[in-house]
């Protein structure tokens, strides 16, 4: 394969970005639409890594070619690198195939020296400008290049600003900056032990060396590492002619948009400088001027700016970012991208864009990342507001909130009957605090991750939340945290964003999301194109309105341990599980009976004419008592008391006794699922019969049910056989009382692997399989989750053990080919089976990609991803 070094711009088009890089590919690219763009060449990647294979060393092979294009350009150009009289400079840019907006170098005038500089500023009337462009290339070789400190210069400038009472670097004379031109050489001297570097072509080798090496510092590798692009692609160099935006009042330089990247709106969007150079713009030593306003400053480089971007855009079939220069009168343009847009942007520009017939609707959908959708489906803190941030801990799920502190999840449950909004912190949260984040507007804990318990149930909720935040001193006793110095007590108000991991003092104003026209419209696009039908994970009727509102078909999973978990219906949990005979046990569950009837009927008229998944009881049900720790300390605290009640210590034992007889080695892998419906039929009896009973009284009243029962855990097939022959029971029974034909379904869960690799046996008796993917990954990897992520799971990820968290994205190579291996063999056994999944995976988008190409049916996600999942199905499928 013959990839060329050095490639000039008039040769460079986009479809070679990955070799000329992004930036040096648009130059390419506009250079050849006949857009004003100063000439220059650009040195390939591959020369790049050439460069780092070759141990840091530029070839002289290398060498050559970058002489020549040199040659091509000072043709182009009309002008001489190093030519005493008027003289050619250049600047050096860096440019990556994925772009990494200021995190590599870039050095502008270089070619400039004692002699050059002279020739310079006899060229002009005014000297100034030439010693301007000199002091800011030692400035910017001297950080770039030479690694010297860029506070040292500044200091410099302020000592002649001090001196001659200026505010503006502006203000400073020719004769001021010769003087600072001569603090620097002598600054660069004393450094490094040379004198500053007077051979451009020497200056110009070092300076690509420089910016070949800028691809391994350290904020470019921080940068990514976070967006996850690949240290091995290396970055292309572009040398580019320079053009003058600090050549006097004819001349400036800025930066737009061709839509804003905040909301999208269709306008110019932008900054300028009048009379200032590359970085000024952004550097913030002085205030740029809004875009708008260079329509009367300078009207006809307006307009004609003004057309380029529509060109751009049009060209681009995209929004873009562009950046520009006036010199003396004539408009350059420097660099186009396309933007980086927040989620409101990106949904409304991919649907103008198809309005405008500029993109199809097929484009559009891929326009918008479903991971941020996020941010539109969440409140969030006005942008504008200025924040007192107390800590930072992981965004775990994204939203704003403000409450009062509360330590405990009862308290939190209480004050919110109370009608008062709290935030609910925690060291960490268990299944038992559910009810305190529900009742919670957020939650925070001092530990665990961003799959962390709270974090998965908040993500589920729609909440704010935020985990590990270790600067997070809680005292649970005192009711307080502390972070340094300031302490939090319960009550106090704070404020949190679950975003960006920011915990606030005080209140914050919020802003509502907004589902706008256009976001709904490309939902509506998404919907069309995808084949993946999209369900909800959803508990109550208030969970599974909020999903159908989002577009959901169904209820995949609905996990019916959350009702036993709710304040009020806990003793009675407690009882039946205290029961000594089955008769107790009986007793207690006729009372849960009812309140379980209704939670179903309330979910069976919400999803009115769409398929409900039940799953039976799974928890093993040591999780509906009392801790054992915090119960042998009472019953401690009890019995050394002479004065304590005899009857209440006696409770006390006779529980000890039976958490103590539940306690579970490995409650991951004990009992629970459906091997409590085998040994404990009663209580999965009371839940199908609250079920069928729920769906013939909602028959009754016009709603079309479309139960699914879901028996979990199943790894072998008898045990579906028994738990099905119990559901037909239970059904025929309530058919019969009820005189009504109520059409279930029977189907299991996937998430051990012996079932996954008996499926067509299990496919049988099932008429559906879900993929419980979180319990499928903890039983094929054999890792528990809770120990894991708080314990080595992040080394893993860090060190690349593995590749990526397999609890938040399906690890496809394993879990994967189980979940495919399932599919497989139960269609072979059973053509209709019904395929689906319901581990959080289903609302995440690679996993998402998978299941579409797996050949599900659906997934089931939490209803605030549920838009996200609509989107990635469809981006799976076009
Ligand atoms: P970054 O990728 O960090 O934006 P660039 O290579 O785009 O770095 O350079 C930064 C700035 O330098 C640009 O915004 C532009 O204003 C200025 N610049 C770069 N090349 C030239 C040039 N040939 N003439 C004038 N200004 C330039
Ligand atoms: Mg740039
Ligand atoms: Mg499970």
Redesign the pocket.
Known sequence: MNRPFVIPFHEGRLKMKDLLGG?GANLGEMTRAGLPV?P?FTITTAACLEYFEAGRILTEERKREIAMALSGLEQEAGKKLGDPRDPLL??V???SVISM??M?D?V?NLGLNDETVEGLAGLTDDPRFAYDCYRRFIQMFGDVVLGMAPYRFEETIEVRKEERGATSDTELSAEDWKWVIERFKEEVERETGNPFPQDPVDQLHRAVLAVFDSWHNQRARIYRKVHKISDGLGTAV?V??????NAGDDSG?G?AFTRNPSTGEKALYGEYLINA???DVVAGIRTPEPIAALASRMPGIYEQFRSICRRLENHYRDMQDI?F?VERGKL?I??TRSGKRTAHAAVKVAVDLVNEEIIDRETALTRVDPEQLDQILHRRIDPEAELDVLAKGLPASPGAASGRVVFDADIAERLSHEGQKVILIRPETTPEDIHGIVAARGVVTSRGGMTSHAAVVARGMGKPCICGCGEMEINLKQKEFRVAETVIREGDEISIDGGTGHVISGSVPLIDPELSEEFQLLLKWADEYRRLAVRTNADNPADAAKAREFGAEGIGLCRTEHMFMEADRVPLVQAMILAETVEERQKALEKLLPLQKEDFRGIFRTMDDLPVTVRLLDPPLHEFLPDMEELLTEWTRLSMNPDADPQELREKEQLLRKVRSLHEMNPMLGHRGCRLGLIHPEIYVMQLKALFQAAAEAMAEGVTVEPEIMIPLVGHVNELKEMRKLVDEVASEVQEESGRAIPYTVGTMIEVPRAALTADEIASVADFFSFGTNDLTQTTFGYSRDDAEGKFLHHYIDHKVLPENPFVTLDTDGVGKLVSMGVELGRKSKSGLKTGICGEHGGEKQSIRFCHQTGLDYVSCSPFRIPLARLAAAQAAV
Do not use: A, D, H, I
């Not at 580019?240 to 935006?245: A, C, H, L, S, T």
């Open positions: 930036k100063p220059g250049v600047s840019r860096s440019g907006p200021g590599m870039t502008l572009n580019q002619m320079m053009v003058f935006g330089t930066v150079q590359g970085e950046e220069t350059y420097l660099q």
